[in-house]
């Protein structure tokens, strides 16, 4: 059996990659923290018209409703090269958590005209309502004095036309919504990497908005929460490979005692070790993309793994690449910075190490 890539994902990498490497570098990742709130959105709005025209946000969404049609397996290239470039938008969120779920509530017609502004008016949407917990998935959302309802944590939301949001209490159950951005209130929460778009947000609740609620509801919240712990580890096995890649160029060139650091051995070991997680890592990550694209019963066993796994060959890579730099590491003017932060923020995001450790245990002994 071949469980290569084929000669199309390998291009459509590729591609990508090109396109990323053009479009978002580290100097463009600066330009972007410093800018205000009206040049971050202009600037995020000239790279998301690049990705829409790649197809990128749509690329899982079925040829019908006027996607690409492709599968996670072939997202999975896309995200893990959005994660070596260190993309602030949002990606994850619109092309591989909305666009599958929009996409899978069809004919809802609620759902039909969030899917077709993603696809023909290229929106970005945002995404929250769902915390991922050792027991199993849980909304944050609750009811304000006001009638409002308030979602924290929600990402995305800067440049978002839609929201996907969820909520749960004890007497409906779980209940998902696409809400317009101009019905919602926004408060950015301040977040350790500019990356990381994240707000609370206060919204009204509407039948008009209403995709899926009860048992229904609660499938589409618990698929959303698998796509978000394969999608994120996606992201994270990029980001892993730029740092390791740019602290092995940067163990080349810098010198003690006359030797490029890089040929000492300590530098070395802690180098392959990183490596090694990542190497180990990145296979999880593909079998979680596979058990997506065919809906294998493993799909939330296999999301788990590869989150932890993700994770922690990430934060390993961070840990190393700020070592081997030494405390120009997290300095302004050394590119590693941007890397560093979107990894802590985002091996947090959508459950931790830990707990995605504790779901695979719990799979495991349920099994």
């Known amino acids: 059996m071949d469980f290569a890539f084929s000669e199309q994902q390998d291009e459509l990498r590729a591609g990508v990659r090109t396109v990323l490497d053009a479009e978002c570098t580290p100097e463009a990742l600066r330009t972007f923290a410093m800018a205000d709130e009206a040049a971050r959105a202009e600037l995020a709005a000239g790279r998301w018209a690049v990705l829409a025209e790649l197809g990128a946000p749509a690329l899982v969404v079925p040829e019908a409703a006027g996607g690409l049609g492709l599968s996670d397996v072939d997202l999975v290239c896309v995200l893990e090269e959005a994660g070596r470039a260190c993309l602030p938008e949002t990606l994850l969120e619109t092309a591989a958590l909305a666009a599958p779920t929009l996409a899978a509530l069809l004919p809802d017609p609620t759902a039909a005209a969030a899917l077709d502004a993603l696809v023909r008016d290229d929106a970005v949407v945002a995404v929250g309502g769902l915390d991922v917990t050792a027991t199993g998935i849980t909304s944050p959302t609750d009811v304000r004095p006001d009638g409002m309802l308030r979602t924290p944590r929600v990402s995305g939301v800067r440049d978002a036309a ?51 609620y009860g048992v229904a509801a609660e499938a589409a919240a618990t698929l959303l929460a698998e796509r978000a712990a394969a999608g994120s580890a996606a992201l994270l096995v990029g980001l892993a490979e730029r740092m390791l890649t740019i602290t092995a160029h940067y163990a080349k060139e810098r010198h003690q005692f006359g030797k490029p650091i890089g040929s000492f051995q300590a530098v070395k070991h802690h180098l392959a070790n990183a490596r090694v997680a990542l190497e180990f890592a990145r296979p999880a990550v593909y079998r979680a993309a596979w058990s997506l694209a065919t809906a294998q019963p ?49 091996s947090r995001a959508w459950g931790d190490a830990a707990t995605h450790r504790r779901l695979v245990l719990a799979h495991t002994l349920a099994s």
Request: proline content about 4%; overall charge negative; glycine content about 4%.
């Open 298 to 346: 493993t799909l939330s066993h296999d999301a788990s793994m590869a989150k932890a796994m993700a994770s922690d060959a990430a934060e390993l890579a961070a840990r190393v690449a700020l070592q081997v730099h030494g405390a120009i590491g997290y300095t302004w003017e050394c590119d590693l910075h941007f890397f560093l932060k979107e990894t802590w923020a985002l």
């Open 162 to 212: 839609i929201l996907l949001l969820a909520c749960r209490d004890d007497d409906s159950g779980w209940q998902l919504h696409a809400v317009p951005a101009s019905s919602c209130t926004a408060e950015p929460t301040p977040a350790l990497s500019t990356a990381r778009d994240l707000s609370t947000v206060h919204w009204p609740l509407s039948s008009e908005t209403l995709l899926a």
